[in-house]
């Protein structure tokens, strides 16, 4: 039969007839088991089309009105989602900065950071928290058409009225972690918010984002227009002392750096912002394996974030360094859409080096801070600097003082501080304790590089 002989035969149909089949649709799985929702939710939206298609054009404008999302299948693991109103290219979806996003309801404990497009919220405010945490952005409508990979379920639900998809994430085949992205559309203000609830993981576990509490944020989001587009630019960062205006690793690429003996004593030209110089004399009495954090308090460590401590990352609670921690190593990267990535567990073991430094000067020094600073990083056979490698990682993680008081230096005076970091035992051999001197406001430091003695 020709299209125009079905249009003939059928005449146009009625809102509620439209309603009825999206209803009677909508619920052919309801009984279907997890593992098949995702291909049972997929061939349903493809249902809708086949019966929109047997009804005329008319039917496909109102079925497309009624659902707002569409939703097909990539591949084996991709999804795309788009709008009703969409006519842009795929994944390139256009940011919306004309609405707020107000969220009535977070768990205990969870902070907004909101501003026009978009809030991030986490626990105590703190990426570094241990906890999952989620963030939410505004899409124009219209430019929303984007594919999620690495799917392994896909759900189609409604929050309030406004149709959404929530699509369960796994980076690997092997892996147990998860997350999750909901895809929520409002259609009155021509606004698509992507939500991406996802899980964090430190030492000692993994973070997985609360199903149950993704659906009450989500159920509890709503948006306030504004009259136009409100970007802010939140610039960079600025400020620090002469130490931190020179990159160590940097330097060192750049062939900077002199290789130094533990227990043997330097002495550098220092001076601070107001130029006033000191001559600064330091050794590094002793780079020693610890089970415990030994001379350096836990307010001593670096922080993972406002008022979280990276003792409490490496060190249980009873003191005790953490020795072994299971990863999942990357075998072969899938592309999310036909493959997923394939991975398997390994164990790492991690040893934990205190230094001891010996620092004099022949002037007062009021903040050592900001004359001098430790660093590590390893450097491999070939040259190569590194913190990261396929091997292992090396994390400097405290310092005497740096966080709860300015260690300073009386004239002719000797002080000990300590200072501290984690490595891999497949690459200590390759690390280097820095001491980095500031000579001055101008763009020169001087680095001191010291190996690990056994």
Do not use: W
């Given at each position: 039969m020709k299209k125009e002989d079905i249009k003939s035969a059928y005449s146009e149909s009625t809102d509620g007839f439209h309603h009825s089949v999206m209803n009677a649709l909508y619920h052919l799985d309801d009984k279907a088991t997890a593992k098949h929702r995702t291909k049972k939710k997929i061939m349903k939206v493809a249902l809708v089309f086949a019966v929109a298609a047997a009804v005329g054009t008319t039917t496909v404008a109102s079925a497309t009105g009624f659902f707002g999302l569409f939703t097909k299948p990539v591949g084996n693991y991709g999804v795309n989602i788009s709008t009703d109103n969409s006519t842009a290219p795929e994944d390139e979806p256009e940011r919306a900065y004309n609405c707020n996003i107000k969220a009535d309801y977070l768990p205990e404990g969870f902070v907004p950071r909101s501003g026009p497009g978009y809030v991030i919220s986490h626990l105590n405010d703190n990426y570094y928290s241990d906890c999952w945490y989620f963030m939410a952005f505004a899409y124009k409508s219209e430019t929303y058409n984007r594919t999620e990979g690495y799917i392994i379920d896909t759900e189609e639900t409604e929050?309030?009225?406004?149709?959404?998809?929530?699509?369960?994430?796994?980076?690997?085949?092997?892996?147990?972690?998860?997350?999750?992205?909901?895809?929520?559309?409002?259609?009155?203000?021509?606004?698509?918010?992507?939500?991406?609830?996802?899980?964090?993981?430190?030492?000692?576990?993994?973070?997985?984002?609360?199903?149950?509490?993704?659906?009450?944020?989500?159920?509890?989001?709503?948006?306030?227009?504004?009259?136009?587009?409100v970007y802010i630019d939140h610039g960079s960062?600025?400020?620090?002392?002469?130490?931190?205006?020179?990159?160590?690793?940097?330097?060192?690429?750049?062939?900077?750096?002199?290789?130094?003996?533990?227990?043997?004593?330097?002495?550098?030209?220092?001076?601070?912002?107001?130029?006033?110089?000191?001559?600064?004399?330091?050794?590094?009495?002793?780079?020693?394996?610890?089970?415990?954090?030994?001379?350096?308090?836990?307010?001593?460590?670096?922080?993972?974030?406002?008022?979280?401590?990276?003792?409490?990352?490496?060190?249980?609670?009873?003191?005790?360094?953490?020795?072994?921690?299971?990863?999942?190593?990357?075998?072969?990267?899938?592309?999310g859409i036909s493959s997923l990535s394939q991975t398997h567990k390994r164990t790492y073991t991690k040893k934990f080096y205190c230094v001891k430094l010996e620092l004099t000067a022949d002037k007062d020094i009021e903040n050592i801070c900001r004359v001098l600073s430790t660093d590590a990083f390893g450097i491999s056979s070939e040259g190569e600097l590194f913190r990261y490698t396929d091997n292992g990682q090396i994390d400097p993680i405290a310092d005497t003082g740096v966080n709860n008081e300015k260690i300073g230096i009386k004239k002719g005076e000797t002080i000990v501080i300590y200072s501290g970091f984690v490595t891999d035992t497949d690459v200590e051999n390759d690390v280097r304790f820095v001491i980095k001197t500031a000579n001055g406001i101008e763009d020169t430091a001087k680095l001191s590089l010291f190996e690990i003695t056994k």
């Open positions: 929050f309030n009225g406004h149709r959404a998809v929530i699509t369960t994430k796994k980076p690997s085949e092997n892996s147990d972690r998860i997350s999750y992205v909901v895809t929520e559309y409002f259609d009155d203000e021509k606004i698509v918010l992507r939500f991406q609830f996802i899980g964090l993981t430190d030492a000692k576990k993994y973070f997985e984002p609360d199903h149950d509490e993704m659906l009450k944020i989500v159920n509890g989001i709503s948006i306030e227009m504004l009259d136009k587009d960062y600025g400020g620090g002392s002469p130490v931190s205006d020179y990159d160590t690793y940097d330097l060192v690429q750049e062939g900077a750096g002199e290789n130094c003996v533990v227990g043997k004593s330097y002495t550098d030209t220092v001076a601070d912002y107001d130029g006033e110089e000191t001559q600064l004399t330091y050794k590094v009495v002793s780079i020693t394996e610890q089970d415990t954090a030994g001379e350096l308090s836990k307010e001593d460590f670096y922080e993972a974030g406002v008022g979280i401590s990276l003792y409490d990352k490496f060190f249980d609670e009873n003191g005790k360094f953490i020795s072994e921690y299971t990863v999942d190593e990357l075998d072969k990267l899938g592309d």
